[in-house]
């Protein structure tokens, strides 16, 4: 499918989020440019205190308000009217009919995000009805409809359940149908899989991928776990302390990082076509992620970086460089690199 | 070579409701008849969903928790009934990793406590002895001697990990139990944790039963994997034999579901509807059938036991008749 301006669904422009701690200002996340068409399925990678779930956050506009927290740059999000919605500075009350509308959000743990002294359907339907005039009993058919759409069985009877009758691939779904009850033009799955084994992971992925087939809503997946990107982008990513270090389409990204982080995270997973044959001890990144509070001069990767250059990469902070095929890579040296 | 561990048909139940003098009391079956035996410095790893019984079985048999049947013999010596007095000596040749390197760690306790726990539980070795130890261990693990004095919160997830092992590793076990000890962890830091474990088994001829749900990293590091459904050991093999010719259905799809990270890679995928049944009413003979696309009447009728299909490769499965579908081919 060839892409129009009005196949975009959300733009996001030089996005930038500073907390303010008892050590002074810290910079969550700068520099954070992406744009996600209709259909499309961005995953977001990162380790711990990378800035992918503080980003996330920044798009819902969950994030605690001004002076504890400053957010800049531009979030533009595609309205059911087909303008573009100035996400940061509409009022708070537009904002909350916004969320659900536009966009959604499905989170990692839903044992901690669904109320456990509400049942399924309270919750759902209060959702629906918040959003949609709709009657009691008319909500209550809808959020049946919703719950048999993401695959839980006996619907109806699931309605009058409590989270905790619930297992956690069920209440996964019962999460995903509260966030698909508007109809959203982009869903956020912030590691939506991470707490359940991996067969329910797949049976997720798979819904995940179907609902997005029927409706043609967009996904920020938001994970690190490198299986899964392989399973379900289109196009990934990479963040590093805060910053995006590489964006690419999926295939060429796996198939030739150019970013040594990168490179060096697709390395250190273990292949399973070589399983038992311990073919040696895995490249490993060494060193350890950087405290988001004090990140390193320079190239925030350099000190754990094999193509280290003393006195450029601690010194001067690399930009985003666009290559000639429309990748992004933030690295100094990568065009050495590659070549 | 005779084995370091064996286990014959270790059971480990836990009651459940029931009234005053457990009246109308039900069992949890976490563990049923489980049976297999780790040779000396061989990774056997257990692998399953949540609920089948992996982390009980690493706790029962170093007998942290208390089996309700069965055998449990460690270097030749029934360790089933002993008494704590009895198992104290043993406890130095057995130890264990946490999973959560953020809630196994005293937060209180200086990294050289933490380290030297066990020395000063097992007593007879003076101070100066002690911290000569520790400093070793540290230094062991690839952490330098300073961390002797830090605090956990102080420590990166990877580095805590660390300390972990170098507690467990300190009175020089020859077994040791590691319940998912990398998934915590970053992905860049798991490989490095994973690689500390290989080298430390080979200096230290350690024989390690890791228990993980992380398929790539257990395929990696096994030499052997039990997988186990249910309270049970549903097949068990050599680690390229199970991904390459899985014999149990329950495998064929538990590793099917496993992502690869490879985009280009389109599988036929065995997808299991449902979840992992309740362990207090499982399904009567294979608690598998209820989610299995192989499934007989007959496989209802009693519970199948572990055979041997091929040189030492087990698998409860009557299905006799099905070709199953390797997770990776032969590179």
């Known amino acids: ?339 | 070579m005779s084995a370091i561990l064996e286990v014959e048909n270790l059971r480990k139940w836990f009651p459940v409701g029931g009234g005053l003098f457990g009246r109308g009391q039900k069992q949890v079956k976490a563990l049923d008849g489980v049976s297999f035996t780790v040779k000396p410095g061989e990774i056997l790893s257990v692998v399953g969903e949540s609920g089948s019984g992996k982390t009980t079985l690493g706790r029962t048999v170093l007998r942290l928790a208390e089996p309700t049947g069965g055998a449990i013999r460690f270097e030749g010596q029934d360790i089933t009934t002993l008494s704590r007095r009895a198992l104290r000596p043993l406890r130095r040749r057995m130890q264990l990793v946490f999973q959560d390197p953020f809630a196994s760690l005293n937060p209180r306790m200086s990294v050289e406590r933490i380290v030297a726990a066990p020395l000063i539980i097992q007593g007879g070795i003076s101070r100066a002895g002690r911290q000569e130890r520790v400093a070793e261990m540290l230094q062991l693990v690839g952490l330098q001697p300073h961390h002797a004095e830090r605090h956990p919160h102080e420590l990166s997830g990877g580095q805590r990990q660390r300390v972990g092992i170098a507690r467990a590793l300190i009175m020089n076990p020859s077994f040791l139990v590691a319940d998912e000890p990398v998934s915590a962890l970053d992905v860049s830091i798991q490989a490095q944790v994973v690689n500390l474990l290989l080298e430390l088994k080979e200096r230290l001829g350690l024989t390690i039963l890791f228990i993980a749900h992380d398929l790539a990293v257990v395929g990696h590091i096994s030499d052997r994997i039990a997988v186990m459904y249910l309270g049970r050991v549903v097949e068990l093999a050599e680690a390229g034999t199970l991904f390459r010719d899985p014999r149990h259905p329950y495998t064929e799809a538990l590793f099917s579901a496993a992502p690869i990270p490879d985009p280009t890679l389109r599988r036929e995928r065995v997808i299991l509807q449902g979840d992992i049944p309740s362990p207090i009413d499982p399904p009567s003979g294979c608690a598998f059938r209820t989610r299995c696309r192989h499934a007989l009447p007959a496989c209802a009728a009693a519970v199948p036991p572990l055979r041997e299909v091929g040189p030492g490769h087990f698998s409860a499965c009557i299905r006799d008749d099905i070709t199953l579908q390797a997770s990776v081919s032969t590179p």
């Not at chain 1, 916004?98 to 959604?104: F, H, I, K, P, W």
Request: hydrophobic share 40%.
């Open chain 1, 1 to 339: 499918m060839e892409a129009g301006s009005g196949d975009i669904l959300l733009e996001v422009e030089k996005l930038a989020i500073r907390f303010r701690t008892h050590g002074g200002e810290s910079a969550a996340v700068s520099d954070v440019s992406f744009c996600l068409k209709r259909g499309e399925t961005l995953a977001m990678v990162g380790e711990s205190g990378s800035g992918k779930s503080v980003t996330s956050l920044a798009l819902m506009r969950l994030l605690p308000k001004a002076p504890l927290c400053t957010v800049s740059g531009s979030v533009r999000l595609r309205g059911k009217d087909g303008g573009m919605l100035d996400v940061l500075s509409l009022p708070e009350s537009r904002m909350r009919a916004v969320r659900g509308d536009n966009v959604s959000m499905v989170f990692q743990e839903p044992m901690t995000s669904l109320n456990p002294v509400q049942t399924i359907g309270a919750q759902i339907t209060e959702t629906i009805r918040l959003h949609r005039p709709m009657g009691r009993r008319a909500a209550d058919e809808e959020a049946v409809r919703l719950l048999d759409l993401v695959g839980i069985p006996a619907a109806r009877q699931r309605l009058t359940a409590y989270p905790h009758q619930l297992s956690g691939g069920m209440r996964q779904r019962a999460m995903i149908a509260m966030a698909l009850s508007c109809e959203p033009s982009v869903l956020i799955a912030d590691e939506p899989t991470t707490a359940l084994d991996v067969t329910i992971q797949a049976q997720i992925l798979d819904l995940l991928r179907r609902l997005q087939e029927q409706t043609g809503m967009a996904v920020i997946f938001i994970t690190h776990n490198l299986g899964v990107v392989a399973e379900i982008a289109d196009r990934v990513m990479v963040m590093y302390a805060g910053r995006v270090v590489e964006q690419a389409d999926v295939v060429p990204l796996f198939r030739q990082p150019l970013m040594p982080y990168t490179q060096g995270l697709l390395r250190s997973v273990p292949r399973l076509d070589l399983a038992g044959r311990r073919t040696g001890a895995l490249s490993a990144i060494r060193g350890n992620v950087p405290d988001p509070r004090r990140p390193p001069p320079g190239c925030a990767f350099h000190p754990r970086c094999d193509f280290f250059v003393g006195g450029r990469c601690d010194v001067q902070a690399p930009a985003l460089d666009v290559t000639s095929d429309d990748r992004q890579v933030r690295c100094l040296r990568w065009s050495e690199i590659a070549a």
